[in-house]
Every structure is written in structure tokens, then in C-alpha cells.
């Protein structure tokens, strides 16, 4: 199979390859049921030594820059409660955390949720966390530029392999709001 965007050597249908996900990636691929087929969503294997960004789009094609996005776990604090929530947005921007979504939480302070936090209530890899599989009720904001893609390129659960996700596939997920001004440069 060839990916629909980058330059990869090894692309294939995600549920074709569910012993390469984190158990609850697999799990929710296995059980897709947006209007966009399972088998759209495609796993590319990678090498974990160029999972950040910046070197990742050097390895596998700058053009990816403008179609990666970063799913990051932030933790909204209000009235001693603490919601969980991942966040997707382009990699060429950044979580509007204190702005954005505070306020979408009506939280008295939000921050990017401590790696140990993110990692063991995702059961993903850090630098892998992808929207795909997270817990049940958990919100899940998106930038409205990652759903405009055709193809977005986001975390796999793990460092090693990426997935390659129709934009129009996030906004079906679970939990999934589309925040304009999630993204700011």
C-alpha cells in the first residue's frame, strides 16, 4: 500500500496491523464505527529515534510538517475537580492551554498533564499519544485546521509507528469538540 501522504517504506491498513498498537489504539480500531472505513486509517512504521517532530519531518518529508498534528493530555482544574482531556492541533502551532482551554472548561487553571499522568491513564507511550483510543468520556478538542485535512499524521500509542487519519475521522471520534483558536502560533 502506498501512504496517502509522506514518504514511507511500510504502510498499512491499521486493522490489518493491531499487534503494532497499544492495546486501547488497537482496541478502538477494532471497533470503528465512523462514517470513514477502519481501513482508511493507515499505520506507518517509523523509527522511534525520529518520532519528535522536527526531526521526523527531516526523515520523512518536510511537506509533513503542515500535516502533522500533536495530540497532548492536559489536566483542567475547577472546584477541586480535574478533568482530563487530550487536545489536537498542528505541530506547526501550539495548545492554547491558559486561553482556550481554560475557558472552555470554565477551569480555574489548566496545564499539560504530568507525563506519568498521561502515560498511565492513556496506556500510550509519550511522545505517541494519539486521539484514537483514549479513555471513555474523556473530551477530545480539536483545532478546526487538523479536521480540514484530507489525511492528518498523528501518534500511533507508540513511539515507533505513526497513523495517518482522514481530519474529517477525528471529528467523529468520542468526546470530540472542534475548538476554533485551539492552535496558536
Not at 480555574?108 to 471513555?136: H, N, V
Amino acid at each position: 500500500m502506498h501512504a496517502p501522504i509522506g514518504h514511507f517504506d511500510d504502510a498499512r491498513p491499521a486493522p490489518d496491523c493491531l499487534d503494532e498498537l497499544t492495546r486501547p489504539v488497537a482496541e478502538a480500531v477494532r471497533h470503528w464505527n465512523g462514517s470513514v472505513p477502519a481501513d482508511r486509517i493507515v499505520y506507518v512504521v517509523t523509527d522511534p529515534q525520529w518520532a519528535d517532530t522536527a526531526v521526523f519531518v527531516q526523515h520523512y518529508g518536510q511537506e509533513l510538517l503542515e500535516q502533522s498534528a500533536n495530540c497532548v493530555v492536559v489536566a483542567a482544574k475547577r472546584g477541586g475537580e480535574t478533568t482530563l482531556a487530550a487536545c489536537v492541533v498542528l505541530s506547526t502551532t501550539r495548545v492554547d492551554v491558559n486561553g482556550v482551554v481554560r475557558r472552555h472548561f470554565g477551569a480555574r487553571k489548566a496545564s499539560f498533564a504530568p507525563m506519568d499522568t498521561a502515560t498511565g491513564e492513556t496506556g500510550m507511550e509519550y511522545g505517541g499519544i494519539t486521539p484514537i483510543g483514549l479513555p471513555a468520556g474523556w473530551p477530545v478538542l480539536l483545532d478546526p485546521a487538523v479536521v480540514d485535512l484530507p489525511y492528518v499524521l498523528v501518534g500511533s500509542g507508540r513511539r515507533r509507528g505513526k497513523l495517518l487519519v482522514p481530519g474529517k475521522a477525528l471529528a467523529e471520534l468520542p468526546g470530540a469538540v472542534v475548538v476554533e483558536g485551539l492552535g496558536i502560533a
